[in-house]
């Protein structure tokens, strides 16, 4: 917007500010509140409450300029896969989605934003969509629409099979037995409300999100490696979102980049039951003697095969003695 001279400070107002204000309002903040000088070519920047626009007035020597900037608001993206990892970016468009996932083979579990549906032209990719997700929307219809609670109860006993699965081959067994006639159930029931309800109402909206995800919310009928929902993904945010609060921000784009890389190590530290803080000292150590840096899976591994290793060794010791 400007150049910035080195003799010139910046001065950021510590009250929001309405945004609809103008050179007038915000020459007098700074002439009767912050007590400087207009004409001394020093910036001054007011913030909104919310936090998302930004204004800044200046004296370039000619006269005052004002300059408006709504302010960027970046996306934490959470993977729960191992290893565990959290991507930072400016946006939610699918085309970030897209192009992040472009040659990855295998499944990837999205909530309802209808940006990751352009997921499902990558080649390879298995894209399904969290039943969760669409058990909160006919959840939170109960209230106005008693009907939904049979749609809930369908829902609930997904998950009640699922948690019946002794390993993976099990659970495809389950799915295509049961979690089937479920299926065809949940289908069969919601078809004999349709005409009954408005698409504006509360149910019509749950049936709609229904409807245009019926296929990929299908995808863990064919394939027993879908989970039914991403809820792991969701709880793998809070931390990142939490931190953020604490920190007030990431404060840039590259803070943001090296905040996500931390992340990602002290969740798949924990996803491994390894200690993050031991993790990070052992591998900067390696790093430092120019060994080769091991992920928290190989290390977890590596000091599960030392301490089997010990043990039988000690096993051996007492058996030789007795």
């Known amino acids: 917007m400007f150049f910035e001279p080195p003799q010139r400070r910046i001065w950021l107002y510590r009250d929001p500010v309405d945004m609809r204000k103008g050179h007038n309002s915000l020459s007098y903040l700074v002439t009767h509140v912050v007590l400087r000088d207009l004409m001394s070519r020093d910036i001054f920047l007011f913030v909104s409450k919310d936090r998302k626009s930004l204004k800044a007035i200046v004296w370039d020597g000619s006269g005052l300029c004002l ?19 959290n991507e930072y970016e400016v946006t939610r468009s699918g085309a970030v989605a897209h192009e992040m996932f472009k ?30 997700h669409c058990r909160r929307k006919f959840f939170d219809a109960m209230a106005k629409h008693p009907e939904s ?23 495809g067994e389950l799915r295509a037995t049961e979690s089937k006639v479920i299926m065809a159930e949940f289908d069969a029931y919601l078809e004999s409300r349709r005409g009954k309800f408005l698409e504006s109402m509360a149910f019509g909206k749950a049936v709609t999100y229904y409807d245009e995800r019926k296929d990929a919310l299908h995808q863990f009928l064919n394939h027993s490696v879908v989970p039914l929902d991403n809820n792991t993904a969701e709880r793998a945010l809070r931390a990142p979102v939490m931190g953020r609060n604490n920190f007030q921000g990431f404060r840039s784009i590259d803070g943001a980049d090296v905040a996500m890389t931390f992340y990602s190590i002290i969740t798949s530290c924990k996803a491994v039951k390894v200690e993050p803080r031991t993790y990070m000292l052992q591998v900067a150590i390696r790093s430092a003697r120019a060994e080769e840096l091991m992920t928290p899976y190989r290390y977890a591994v590596d000091l599960r095969n030392q301490a089997d290793l010990k043990v039988a060794s000690e096993f051996e010791v007492l058996r030789q003695v007795h």
């Open 149 to 171: 609670k049979r749609a809930v109860e369908l829902i609930d006993r997904l998950f009640e099979i699922d948690r019946k699965a002794k390993d993976l081959q099990h659970l």
């Open 103 to 132: 040659g990855f083979k295998g499944v990837v579990m999205c909530d309802g934003y209808s940006g990751y549906h352009r997921l499902q032209d990558n080649d390879g990719l298995i894209y399904a969509q969290c039943w969760a």
């Open 67 to 85: 300059f408006h900037k709504r302010l960027n608001r970046g996306r934490v993206m959470s993977f729960s896969h191992l290893p565990k990892a």
